[in-house]
């Protein structure tokens, strides 16, 4: 059976400039301890990753969803799903999934069920939130980037999962 192309290349460049951006900030930090604009940056790297992950696992659904389809029903994907806004929380890539597969959906939440993937993002997703709402956030720069690397890896999964 031919691999299905789930992730594409601008998904791909999308996560590669996150990490850039992330590694970027880091350095930053690590020279700059005490400056008191690590806070924003450490901000902005919650947003990017989280906003990343965000874009990339809903363009994976809307590229799964559309091969072989009409450019009407690819317009409505497009619409209904990477123009809409949601949390890239396991839970809410789960609700896309139910949509669509209810077979998809089990996997997807048997091969995250009592991960640190799972619990990491689900962390850089309430941290995405509590900026959202004007709270302030106590990670540190290494947690985010870490929380990103978890988030990557469920979107690998999901990749999986969406190519069986």
């Known amino acids: 059976m031919e691999s299905k192309l789930v992730m594409n290349q601008d998904d791909k460049r999308i996560l590669e400039d996150c990490d850039s951006e992330i590694e970027i900030i880091k350095k930053w930090i690590d020279n700059h301890k005490l400056d008191s604009n690590v806070k924003f940056l450490v901000s902005y790297a919650v947003i990017r990753a989280?906003?990343?992950i965000e874009v990339v696992f809903k363009s994976m659904i809307s590229t799964f969803l559309s091969q072989n389809c009409i450019k009407e029903t690819?317009?409505?994907?497009?619409k209904n799903i990477v123009?809409?806004?949601?949390?890239?929380s396991?839970?809410?890539i789960k609700k896309f999934l139910e949509k669509f597969d209810s077979d998809r959906?089990?996997?997807?939440?048997?091969?995250l069920k009592?991960?640190?993937?799972?619990?990491?993002?689900t962390s850089l997703v309430n941290l995405r939130n509590n900026i959202a709402h004007g709270q302030p956030i106590p990670s540190t720069i290494t947690e985010?980037?870490?929380?990103?690397?978890?988030?990557?890896?469920?979107?690998?999964?999901?990749?999986?999962?969406l190519k069986n």
């Open 105 to 111: 959906t089990k996997e997807f939440e048997d091969k």
């Open 90 to 92: 396991p839970t809410m």
């Open 83 to 88: 123009e809409s806004s949601a949390n890239p």
């Open 144 to 161: 985010v980037e870490s929380y990103y690397s978890s988030g990557k890896m469920v979107l690998q999964t999901l990749e999986q999962i």
């Open 74 to 78: 690819k317009q409505y994907l497009a």
């Open 114 to 121: 009592g991960t640190q993937e799972k619990g990491d993002l």
């Open 50 to 52: 989280s906003g990343s």
